[in-house]
């Protein structure tokens, strides 16, 4: 059992070292109980739990993959990797959703990266995607470890051609269009997030059963794109709208104190900085934009990160996992 309260009594479950690497996630995850409820339920349809979240990844493709019309591009990678889509289902990232994904990586995230994120996330419905690989290469590392690598980092610099995140848009820190579980335990505690019981039961049916849901993702792809107008997410255009937008409700203001600032703001808005000055001003100014041109806009010149701080589980590697498993082969 994990963990020792003031009592002696355990506070959380003994979490299998299959499903991760890191002791001190293995902990934490033992009193989750988005993890629990999930993987007690995979437990009911499958007697090999361990098994099911090692071969298996999630891909979670997020309204700025909707309005940029990039899920079918990411099907067309999956395939081109040799990973089959076995499950689909649209989720909704609320802001609580958000912040239960997120929530032992979000200590680092600055006040202006959670309000941006709140302003697009909740926007439109996402898509989830459950994968697994064609081949079956016996030793190989968890597929959520390889399909993270294979995605790329969460900044754009980084990003290198054959990477899901660099083929379908390199545009900001915040607008990266997918997200993956880390790990097989994060696999099953995001499907515990984003799914109650029975949508639960559904998605980890149809992954068990392993038939192609290729086509059931493009068509859940098509149905959202249906719902919500396409949208260019590079920063000059949308720039140029946030100016043009700003200087006409400068217009319909009453001459004073916010309308001046909003000018001159506007005015400096040619570099980072200025662009930044002109962020501020229109949310102490309170203005109703457009919110995409204002995230697109935000999530280039406005802080992302907290400095000096770590996140509260980090991220692994193949490397890490090629090493975990090294050792769990001689206990």
Same mark, same amino acid.
């Given at each position: 059992?994990?963990?020792?309260? #003031?009592?002696?009594?355990?506070?959380?479950?003994? *979490? @299998?070292? +299959?499903?991760?690497?890191?002791?001190?996630?293995? /902990?934490?995850?033992?009193?989750?109980?988005?993890?629990?409820?999930?993987?007690?339920?995979?437990?009911?349809?499958?007697?090999?739990?361990?098994?099911?979240?090692?071969?298996?990844?999630?891909?979670?493709?997020?309204?700025?993959?909707?309005?940029?019309?990039? *899920?079918?591009?990411?099907?067309?990678?999956?395939?081109?990797?040799?990973?089959? $889509?076995?499950?689909?289902?649209?989720?909704?990232? /609320?802001?609580?959703?958000?912040?239960?994904?997120?929530?032992?990586?979000?200590?680092?995230?600055?006040? %202006?990266?959670?309000?941006?994120?709140?302003?697009?996330?909740?926007?439109?419905? +996402?898509?989830?995607?459950?994968?697994?690989?064609?081949?079956?290469?016996?030793?190989?590392?968890?597929? @959520?470890? &390889?399909?993270?690598?294979?995605?790329?980092? /969460?900044?754009?610099?980084?990003?290198?051609?054959?990477?899901?995140?660099?083929? *379908?848009?390199?545009?900001?820190?915040?607008?990266? =269009?997918?997200?993956?579980?880390?790990?097989?335990?994060?696999?099953?505690?995001? =499907?515990? *997030?984003?799914?109650? /019981?029975?949508?639960?039961?559904?998605?980890?049916? @149809?992954?068990?059963?392993?038939?192609?849901? @290729?086509?059931?993702?493009?068509?859940?792809?098509?149905?959202?794109?249906?719902?919500?107008?396409?949208?260019?997410?590079?920063?000059?255009?949308?720039?140029?709208?946030?100016?043009?937008?700003?200087?006409?409700?400068?217009?319909?203001?009453?001459?004073?104190?916010?309308?001046?600032?909003?000018?001159?703001?506007?005015?400096?808005?040619?570099? %980072?900085?200025?662009?930044?000055?002109?962020?501020? +001003? $229109?949310?102490? #100014?309170?203005?109703?934009?457009?919110?995409?041109?204002? &995230? $697109?806009?935000?999530?280039?010149? =406005?802080?992302?990160?907290?400095?000096?701080?770590?996140?509260?589980?980090?991220?692994?590697?193949?490397?890490?996992?090629?090493?975990?498993?090294?050792?769990?082969?001689?206990?």
């Amino acid at each position: 059992m994990t963990g020792d309260t #003031a009592n002696g009594r355990p506070f959380g479950d003994d *979490i @299998s070292p +299959a499903l991760s690497c890191d002791p001190r996630k293995r /902990t934490l995850f033992g009193s989750d109980t988005y993890f629990l409820e999930s993987l007690e339920q995979l437990g009911t349809l499958t007697a090999d739990v361990d098994g099911f979240l090692h071969r298996h990844a999630a891909l979670l493709l997020k309204p700025d993959a909707v309005v940029s019309r990039q *899920i079918p591009t990411t099907v067309d990678w999956l395939a081109r990797g040799g990973f089959r $889509i076995v499950a689909a289902e649209r989720t909704r990232l /609320t802001r609580t959703a958000v912040r239960a994904l997120w929530y032992f990586q979000w200590n680092l995230a600055t006040p %202006q990266r959670r309000r941006l994120a709140d302003m697009f996330m909740d926007s439109c419905d +996402a898509l989830v995607l459950v994968v697994r690989p064609e081949a079956d290469e016996g030793e190989a590392p968890p597929a @959520s470890v &390889v399909v993270t690598e294979r995605k790329g980092p /969460t900044d754009p610099r980084a990003r290198v051609p054959g990477q899901l995140r660099y083929e *379908i848009g390199r545009y900001s820190y915040l607008l990266n =269009l997918v997200h993956t579980p880390d790990e097989p335990a994060d696999v099953a505690r995001e =499907l515990g *997030i984003h799914f109650d /019981t029975g949508l639960r039961e559904r998605v980890y049916a @149809s992954a068990l059963a392993g038939d192609d849901k @290729s086509a059931r993702a493009r068509e859940l792809a098509e149905q959202l794109h249906a719902e919500v107008p396409a949208r260019d997410l590079t920063f000059e255009p949308a720039a140029e709208r946030l100016k043009r937008a700003v200087q006409e409700a400068e217009e319909s203001l009453a001459s004073g104190a916010v309308r001046d600032e909003l000018r001159a703001a506007r005015l400096a808005a040619w570099d %980072q900085d200025g662009y930044r000055r002109l962020m501020e +001003a $229109i949310w102490r #100014a309170g203005l109703p934009l457009d919110p995409w041109d204002v &995230v $697109i806009v935000g999530t280039h010149v =406005l802080p992302m990160k907290r400095t000096g701080l770590g996140p509260v589980l980090d991220g692994v590697s193949v490397p890490d996992w090629q090493r975990h498993m090294a050792q769990l082969a001689v206990r």
